[in-house]
């Protein structure tokens, strides 16, 4: 079955750098990826999609990779800021209307 | 993108009883989901709701536990019966127009079984 592997220790980083988060996936070629923004007691929110021919997609502070050979996504958020903590959760498409989630990595950045 | 209202935000519910979680959208939506969130896990999708037929469940999931019911394109409900404490969790509602599309999530209903 497909497997998405998100790191799960929370990120600590200083405000001012590039928080860098990964998401891993196997067993599957989904036609695009997703990454989302969940902070406590909220649903998550959508932040960016990548499609398999993309390389790389920004959005203001936000950058995300999608590597289809090494099966893998990085999502950067440059120049953080306190109010980026919260945990980011990556997304595949699997087909017929399905996404799959995985864990979400916390992020904390320090003022 | 859709406005989705989640009732109730949190309940605390007693074992053997039934819960029935309501999801409204602010416009008509083609596809409405039912999420679970379990502390510190993923999001594990219970079930699609179909307008106007029965639910298509995923594995692990049925109808006798987790009723669903879709009248129209903006309205659906979740019952969570005969409630035990492992069906502690978060309990979100999405909805997603095409299947490009990202999905827009409710707040959720907090669910806790004692």
């Known amino acids: 079955s497909q497997k998405i592997e998100q790191n799960s220790e929370a990120l600590n980083i200083q405000e001012g750098k590039t928080a860098t988060l990964t998401c891993n996936y196997t067993n599957y070629s989904p036609a695009y990826l997703q990454w989302y923004r969940q902070d406590p007691g909220r649903g998550p929110v959508f932040l960016l999609l990548?499609?398999?021919?993309?390389k790389e997609k920004r959005k203001e502070r936000l950058k995300v990779t999608f590597d289809t050979t090494l099966k893998q996504s990085l999502f950067h958020i440059t120049a953080s800021q306190p109010a980026d903590s919260a945990t980011y959760l990556c997304?595949?498409?699997?087909?017929?209307?399905?996404?799959?989630f995985g864990a979400g990595t916390r992020l904390f950045v320090k003022a | 993108s859709a406005v989705i209202s989640q009732k109730p935000s949190r309940d605390i519910c007693q074992r053997g009883t039934s819960l029935t979680i309501q999801c409204q959208v602010d416009s008509q939506v083609t596809m409405m989901f039912w999420y679970r969130q379990q502390p510190g896990q993923s999001l594990t999708l219970i079930a699609t709701a179909n307008q106007g037929s029965e639910a298509t469940y995923e594995s692990g999931f049925v109808i006798d536990k987790f009723p669903i019911s879709r009248p129209n394109l903006t309205f659906s409900t979740l019952t969570v019966s005969n409630m035990s404490p492992e069906d502690s969790s978060i309990y979100l509602c999405?909805?997603?127009?095409?299947?490009?599309?990202?999905?827009?999530f409710g707040n959720g209903t907090r669910l806790t079984v004692t």
């Open positions: 997304a595949l498409y699997t087909g017929g209307f399905k996404t799959i």
């Open positions: 999405s909805v997603q127009d095409r299947e490009d599309s990202p999905l827009h």
């Open positions: 990548i499609r398999e021919n993309e």
